[in-house]
């Protein structure tokens, strides 16, 4: 592009002397056909470029034979096809200043302390060296102490690379179509840039302008800066022989560490609730890490931490690493970037010391209550097995708080477990919360909404866990609501939660009929509402059921949608905006909408219509004279009667 560009442009012999040191000397005849070519001056009369040089005395035949040769004529005909395409003359001040787009690897084989077959087997190949290669010569060079740089010479090319060989290939992702040593190569070096990224964090190394480490091309200035200190030269040598020794003499150390499934419970594991399904975080890492993707920031202090072990052998890691889970997975909002360097020295000093003081960095709930458990633990050692069993479940996710710490926990965690297993909670999602309903009212307020759950286990966990959608709301009726059950339960264990729901809807035939009975007794109170989000706007029984959050988003009267699924259904239709229930009876239309005592009754015709079915409703007594279908209640405003078989007994007689 140089050559082409100078000699296209008219560039003075003087601007472009440069251009003599280019040569290609693996073969003779390419290095005289540099030569020949950098003193050429085309006149460009040819159709292409490459016509014009085979045309000139000095280009023997025998190069056309000569492959490099043939490469450089195909790529300067496509140079000259692209200034023609594009239309374009000033090529030359665009490569050839200080603000030039282009950068070149520079590997000086004298230096890089390896023979010169490396260079030869790459070039006969046909292949570039790779980041992984040009990563080990200049990272040498950045280690001034003679014993640290044999160190690594050593093991860069022995144990780590053979470590990592094992594990990718141990780990079954390797397919007939892929590069194995590039691989390798790249495993290796997304291992290394988590090392260094970690410490970089930890440190508070970055750049002038803020930008942290990413990896060894990008950060190449950077790379220099951590590694000219010697202790972080060790941190990297230390965990890198620790991995090689894990691999030697604890080759199950991940797969007893943790799991996934539910049914793979075991007392001295902690599970994963991630995505994927590795329960070997450093495989991940050798596959995925990447400064901007790949692991999320759970899993880069899960690995830390297990790192820290590994280079440690820390007493109690079984128990520790539990509590790293559990407060990586429930501090969301407090994982930033910001503060990740504390939160990666935090979780490494509680590996090594075990002391709870160290966690400033994490959700402030989750960090009280994982001391509370150590106290409990210290004094209920039997009620281990069953503590960590429920931390484990997926919709408490290391989050028990829902039940107190004290002489009872063991009783009511094996109830909850049995009652509200994560997965039937979620099958049988109306049921579990009509059990909850047969106790009292254990929903929570946030903001001007109510929430009552949905069927998901993302929606559930935020309910059962604090602070929950509002924390006082859930100590003083969600944990409330839930104990009573619990303990029921346990004082009553032939009843099952059927015998019990239908024991509750017995007593409300001849017992007024608060809120509560209508979300158990009628299952669509519960549909289309993803997100558990209800708006009582005006007492017990006006009611919004929301789809998401959102007024402007699709919401319903539950009352008025429940009719929707009885019989008299083919005369109803409900519009998905608050509406008002439409009734169409012989051409006449109703508007109905929901009231504190009753329902309301609007002429549904076009202004100025009469409508004979309103009046005789009136006549008849059905309603009142202002419209109103009247439900009868006691003093507290609390239903007599179901109004929604009265309403529906009401439509049926016009039918």
């Known amino acids: 592009m140089y050559w082409f560009s100078s000699a296209k442009e008219n560039i003075a012999d003087t601007e472009k002397a440069f251009l003599s040191n280019f040569l290609y000397e693996t073969r003779h005849s390419t290095t005289e056909f540099c030569k020949r070519l950098i003193q050429f001056k085309p006149s460009f009369s040819s159709n292409c470029i490459s016509g014009e040089i085979k045309n000139q005395a000095w280009y023997f035949e025998t190069w056309d034979y000569d492959p490099s040769i043939q490469a450089m004529l195909v790529v ?36 890089v302390g390896l023979t010169d077959d490396l260079y030869i087997k790459m070039n006969s190949r046909g292949k570039p060296l790779t980041e992984f290669e040009y990563f080990k010569a200049g990272f040498t060079e950045l280690l001034t102490q003679p014993e640290q740089k044999e160190r690594f010479e050593l093991s ?19 397919s007939t179509e892929d590069d ?36 060894t091309v990008i950060s190449a200035d950077l790379l220099k800066v951590i590694y000219s200190d010697l202790v972080n030269q060790n941190i990297l040598f230390d965990t890198l022989d620790a991995i090689c020794e894990q691999l030697k003499n604890e080759p199950l150390f991940w797969d007893n560490s943790f799991y996934f499934g539910k049914n793979e419970f075991n007392s001295s594991s902690t599970r994963f609730f991630f995505q994927h399904k590795d329960v070997s975080l450093l495989i991940r890492c050798l596959s995925n890490f990447t400064y901007t993707k790949g692991m999320s920031f759970p899993e880069q202090l899960l690995l830390h931490a297990c790192f820290t072990q590994l280079v440690t052998k820390s007493q109690d890691f079984e128990s520790r690493i539990r509590t790293v889970r559990n407060l990586v997975v429930n501090s969301e909002n407090e994982l930033r970037e910001t503060i990740l360097g504390n939160s990666f020295a935090e979780v490494e000093n509680y590996i090594i010391n075990g002391d709870l003081n160290v966690f400033n960095n994490f959700k402030t709930d989750q960090i009280d209550e994982e001391k509370r458990k150590d106290q409990f633990l210290k004094q209920f050692v ?133 809120w509560r009975y209508y979300f158990m007794k009628y299952p669509s109170f519960r549909e289309n509402c993803t997100r558990g989000y209800y708006n009582w706007h005006n007492g017990f ?115």
């Not at 470590?163 to 390797?174: K, N």
């Open 76 to 111: 300067l005909n496509d140079i000259e096809v692209r200034y023609y395409n594009l239309n374009i003359t000033t090529v030359w001040s665009v490569i050839e200043g200080s603000a030039c787009p282009f950068q070149f690897y520079k590997l000086d084989m004298n230096k």
């Open 156 to 174: 860069i090319d022995g144990d780590w690379i053979d470590a990592v060989w094992h594990i990718v290939f141990g780990s079954g992702r390797i």
């Open 382 to 514: 039997a009620d281990t097995h069953t503590l960590r069993k429920l931390e484990d479940s997926d919709i408490l996710r290391g989050s028990i708080s829902l039940l107190p710490f004290d002489i009872n926990f063991g009783n009511r965690a094996k109830q909850f477990l049995d009652l509200f297993d994560e997965d039937e909670i979620v099958e049988d999602f109306g049921s579990k919360c009509n059990l909850l309903l047969c106790f009292g009212d254990y929903s929570q307020d946030d903001g001007s909404l109510t929430n009552l759950m949905s069927p998901s286990k993302a929606i559930i966990r935020g309910f059962f866990t604090t602070p929950g959608y509002n924390k006082t709301q859930f100590y003083t009726k969600t944990q409330v609501v839930f104990l009573d059950c619990l303990d029921y339960f346990i004082t009553n264990p032939k009843i099952t939660s059927s015998n019990k729901i239908a024991e509750i809807l017995t007593n409300y035939a001849i017992n007024p009929k608060d």
């Open 541 to 655: 029984y006006c009611i919004w059921k929301m789809r998401v959050k959102q007024f402007n988003g699709y919401h319903w009267d539950p009352f008025l949608h429940q009719l929707t699924s009885f019989e008299t259904s083919k005369n109803l239709s409900l519009d998905t905006y608050g509406a008002k229930l439409l009734f169409t009876f012989n051409r006449k239309k109703i508007l109905i909408s929901s009231l504190p005592d009753g329902f309301l009754f609007e002429n549904g015709m076009s202004s100025g219509v009469a409508n004979s079915l309103m009046d005789e409703l009136i006549n008849d007594g059905v309603i009142n004279t202002n419209g109103e279908l009247m439900v009868s209640q006691n003093e507290e405003g609390v239903d007599l009667e179901d109004r929604l078989e009265k309403l529906n007994q009401v439509l049926e007689s016009i039918l």
């Open 180 to 215: 194995i040593a590039l691989t390798v190569d790249n495993s290796f070096l997304n291992l290394f840039n988590f090392i260094t990224s970690v410490t970089a964090f930890k440190r508070d190394i970055k750049e002038a302008d803020g930008t942290r480490y990413e990896d």
